[in-house]
């Protein structure tokens, strides 16, 4: 391992540790310039075959991201508009703007005092349950093509967490389309409680895993998958198929 990398993975393992947290990230922001997100997950990646515990690895994870901001920028300006990265940093918006219209849709839920069929907020949370379904197609790419060829190239942490991740938000993503379902059925405090719980924890673990994804997946992904190996990740993707809210191609051409 290089140098640099030798110091980028002490840097990591300080920030681990919670050691002098301001100070160690002055220093990884130096050091920053100077590397990429590949050498960055490949420290990461030493530190996991010297044995790093599994509970450790989401630590590692929030560490990285202190040390890797404003990455996301970079890699789309690098990419072609078809590019399977592309299409699904295109994905990734479209699911943050439906996580924005869920949070609202349950707070105007939280006032209300009875279930009122001609209020349209029911509607839209029914849209946005069978929109949160489809998601697990954007989910089945990253995991059946994209994430193997990341693998492949022995950086194994990150798409372990990310596989872990959504493993963890499928039911919730489920239950809150069957309680938007049900609704009429339903005791309206007992529903109100439910969507509440659900939701909270949906909007803020797929926000940060998707933040993730974008910072740190993606960029090294970019930089270790060789380049000739993307046709066959879009080729698979088009296998396993898109979204409704998917754009591939750009528009006005
Ligand atoms: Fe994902
Ligand atoms: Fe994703």
Same mark, same amino acid.
């Given at each position: 391992m290089s140098d640099k990398k030798e110091r980028l993975k002490e840097i990591l393992e300080r920030l681990?540790?919670?050691?002098?947290?301001?100070?160690?990230?002055?220093?990884?922001?130096?050091?920053i310039d100077e590397i990429s997100a590949k050498d960055l997950s490949e420290a990461e990646q030493a530190l996991i075959n010297e044995g790093l515990e599994?509970?450790?690895?989401?630590?590692?994870?929030?560490?990285?991201?202190?040390?890797m901001a404003d990455e996301l920028d970079e890699l789309q300006r690098d990419l072609e508009y078809s590019h399977p990265l592309a299409v699904l940093i295109r994905e990734h918006d479209e699911i943050l703007e439906t996580l924005n219209?869920?949070?609202?849709?349950? +707070?105007? %839920?939280?006032?209300?005092?009875e279930y009122d069929p001609n209020n349209?907020?029911?509607? =839209?949370?029914?849209?946005?349950?069978?929109?949160?379904?489809?998601?697990?197609?954007?989910h089945e790419r990253e995991e059946e093509a994209l994430f193997p060829e990341v693998d492949e190239k022995g950086i194994t942490g990150p798409t372990r967490i990310m596989r872990m991740e959504h493993d963890d938000l499928w039911p919730y993503k489920e239950e809150i389309a069957e309680l938007a379902n049900n609704v009429s059925e339903m005791d309206f405090a007992e529903f109100k409680r439910q969507i509440k719980e659900l939701s909270e924890h949906?909007?803020?673990?797929?926000?940060?895993?998707?933040?993730?994804? +974008?910072? %740190?997946l993606y960029p090294t992904a970019k930089d270790v998958v060789d380049e000739d190996k993307w =046709?066959?990740?879009?080729?698979?993707?088009d296998e396993i198929g898109y979204c409704s809210f998917t754009t591939l191609e750009e528009k006005g051409e």
């Open positions: 681990n540790n919670d050691e002098d947290i301001e100070g160690v990230k002055a220093e990884a922001r130096e050091l599994e509970t450790k690895l989401r630590h590692l994870c929030a560490a990285h991201l202190e040390v219209r869920l949070e609202i849709a349950v +707070n105007k %839920i939280d006032k209300l005092d349209e907020v029911f509607g =839209e949370l029914k849209e946005v349950g069978e929109l949160l379904l489809e998601t697990e197609k954007h949906l909007i803020l673990t797929l926000r940060d895993h998707i933040y993730k994804e +974008n910072n %740190i =046709e066959s990740i879009q080729k698979l993707s």
